[in-house]
């Protein structure tokens, strides 16, 4: 498999902060930058890269000169990341990962591979996109049923009803045929992927996403470069693991309405559940939206004496979970806070996806599992969902 990695940008952010190695390079613990993002792709199967050079572009080939596997193409001036890109036709091959020289995202990449061959059909560029409580630093992507990208939203013009959204997370896998009419009239001229070509994508309907987990840092924005120091490390030590994601009211304990504070009812039948994937070493991950909140009806302090009561149910059983994710938000909330539409609430992925921003979580081969086919068949294909009946025996969602 081909990473091809945008690697010629000035850094202009963090010049203050890294003034002797171009951005890419920037120390994290150490080790450049770079090295770290190459360590895990190749980790992920990737045997082919090719790094887009330009600003101290001989920082960068001193360093992986002697990478059997890695390949260069400075610019000799500068191009955009789209002209980048073009400018490297002849090395690319039929399909590639395209990612950014300065952003580190621990996803499964080959969730985009496999869903690109098990879906789409045509010619296609498919771009990863994370979920982010924070859509008004980064705007956020609008994409519909079938995750075919229908704009980028600028960030400030987030919609105040919104409370959350998709970003993009700089990585694509991209089929080299879609980019042969940009290619055909590209002269050497600077482009840019976000602002030049992705219009384009989104006109020729060649576009689309789908929302990968994993710790997520852009290096440019030195805060940021300064959380990489231990973020990146500690994050590529962790043993990636598959999760059970579990529902709380109707699943892990008895649904009377809206159920909160310490009285609890257990559902027996999905102790015995839990405690099977535990065995096996999956994560144990609570992810419940909890619109009661919302609507007036108690408190979050209430919730939480409820949940806390759940994990300790559990512990006296000799279970204990990972953590737990909850969702506050509803439409129709009484508390005005509150009265937004989220894409952490279930059946939307937010939640699953926040936890694995926490965790290190093989999502491909997690389970969710459920009460309600209707709001626990979680929105991401990849990952299945199991819905209990009455009698809990076990129905594929």
């Given at each position: 498999?081909?990473?091809?990695?945008?690697?010629?940008?000035?850094?202009?952010?963090?010049?203050?902060?890294?003034?002797?190695?171009?951005?890419?390079?920037?120390?994290?613990?150490?080790?450049?930058?770079?090295?770290?993002?190459?360590?895990?792709?190749?980790?992920?199967?990737?045997?082919?890269?090719?790094?887009?050079?330009?600003?101290?572009?001989?920082?960068?080939?001193?360093?992986?000169?002697?990478?059997?596997?890695?390949?260069?193409?400075?610019?000799?001036?500068?191009?955009?990341?789209?002209?980048?890109?073009?400018?490297?036709?002849?090395?690319?091959?039929?399909?590639?990962?395209?990612?950014?020289?300065?952003?580190?995202?621990?996803?499964?990449?080959?969730?985009?591979?496999?869903?690109?061959a098990q879906s789409i059909k045509e010619p296609s560029i498919l771009m990863a996109v994370r979920f982010s409580d924070d859509v008004?630093?980064?705007?956020?992507?609008?994409?519909?049923?079938?995750?075919?990208?229908?704009?980028?939203?600028?960030?400030?013009?987030?919609?105040?009803?919104?409370?959350?959204?998709?970003?993009?997370?700089?990585?694509?896998?991209?089929?080299?045929?879609?980019?042969?009419?940009?290619?055909?009239?590209?002269?050497?001229?600077?482009?840019?992927?976000?602002?030049?070509?992705?219009?384009?994508?989104?006109?020729?309907?060649?576009?689309?996403?789908?929302?990968?987990?994993?710790?997520?840092?852009?290096?440019?924005?030195?805060?940021?470069?300064?959380?990489?120091?231990?973020?990146?490390?500690?994050?590529?030590?962790?043993?990636?693991?598959?999760?059970?994601?579990?529902?709380?009211?109707?699943?892990?304990?008895?649904?009377?309405?809206?159920?909160?504070?310490?009285?609890?009812?257990?559902?027996?039948?999905?102790?015995?559940?839990?405690?099977?994937?535990?065995?096996?070493?999956?994560?144990?991950?609570?992810?419940?939206?909890?619109?009661?909140?919302?609507?007036?009806?108690?408190?979050?302090?209430?919730?939480?004496?409820?949940?806390?009561?759940?994990?300790?149910?559990?512990?006296?059983?000799?279970?204990?979970?990972?953590?737990?994710?909850?969702?506050?938000?509803?439409?129709?909330?009484?508390?005005?806070?509150?009265?937004?539409?989220?894409?952490?609430?279930?059946?939307?992925?937010?939640?699953?996806?926040?936890?694995?921003?926490?965790?290190?979580?093989?999502?491909?081969?997690?389970?969710?599992?459920?009460?309600n086919r209707e709001v626990d068949s979680i929105r991401l294909p990849y990952l299945r969902s199991i819905i209990l009946d009455k009698?809990?025996?076990?129905?594929?969602?």
């Amino acid at each position: 498999m081909q990473a091809v990695i945008l690697a010629g940008g000035f850094g202009t952010r963090l010049s203050h902060v890294v003034k002797d190695v171009p951005k890419p390079m920037a120390p994290i613990a150490g080790v450049p930058f770079l090295e770290y993002l190459y360590r895990a792709l190749t980790g992920q199967g990737f045997d082919d890269f090719v790094f887009l050079t330009g600003h101290m572009a001989d920082v960068i080939e001193n360093h992986f000169r002697d990478y059997g596997n890695v390949r260069f193409l400075r610019e000799d001036h500068p191009l955009g990341t789209g002209g980048a890109l073009l400018n490297a036709w002849d090395m690319l091959e039929s399909e590639f990962l395209l990612l950014n020289g300065d952003t580190f995202f621990d996803a499964d990449f080959s969730l985009l591979y496999k869903y690109k061959a098990q879906s789409i059909k045509e010619p296609s560029i498919l771009m990863a996109v994370r979920f982010s409580d924070d859509v008004g630093r980064y705007g956020f992507v609008e994409f519909d049923d079938d995750y075919r990208v229908k704009s980028f939203i600028e960030k400030g013009a987030l919609p105040h009803t919104q409370a959350d959204g998709f970003i993009n997370a700089g990585a694509y896998l991209i089929d080299k045929e879609t980019l042969k009419g940009v290619h055909d009239s590209f002269h050497g001229e600077m482009v840019s992927l976000e602002t030049d070509l992705f219009p384009l994508f989104i006109r020729d309907k060649v576009f689309r996403c789908l929302p990968l987990g994993g710790a997520f840092i852009d290096i440019g924005i030195p805060d940021d470069y300064e959380r990489a120091q231990t973020l990146i490390p500690e994050t590529l030590k962790k043993e990636r693991r598959p999760a059970l994601f579990i529902d709380k009211d109707g699943t892990l304990i008895e649904d009377s309405g809206y159920v909160h504070g310490k009285d609890i009812v257990p559902v027996m039948s999905t102790l015995e559940l839990v405690r099977q994937y535990k065995e096996k070493g999956f994560r144990l991950v609570i992810i419940t939206n909890q619109a009661g909140v919302a609507k007036g009806m108690f408190s979050e302090n209430d919730f939480l004496d409820n949940i806390n009561a759940v994990l300790t149910f559990y512990e006296e059983h000799g279970i204990s979970f990972d953590g737990y994710e909850y969702c506050l938000f509803h439409e129709n909330a009484v508390i005005e806070k509150f009265r937004k539409k989220s894409y952490a609430r279930k059946p939307w992925p937010g939640m699953i996806l926040k936890a694995a921003e926490r965790f290190s979580i093989d999502l491909g081969n997690s389970v969710m599992v459920g009460d309600n086919r209707e709001v626990d068949s979680i929105r991401l294909p990849y990952l299945r969902s199991i819905i209990l009946d009455k009698s809990r025996s076990e129905t594929l969602g």
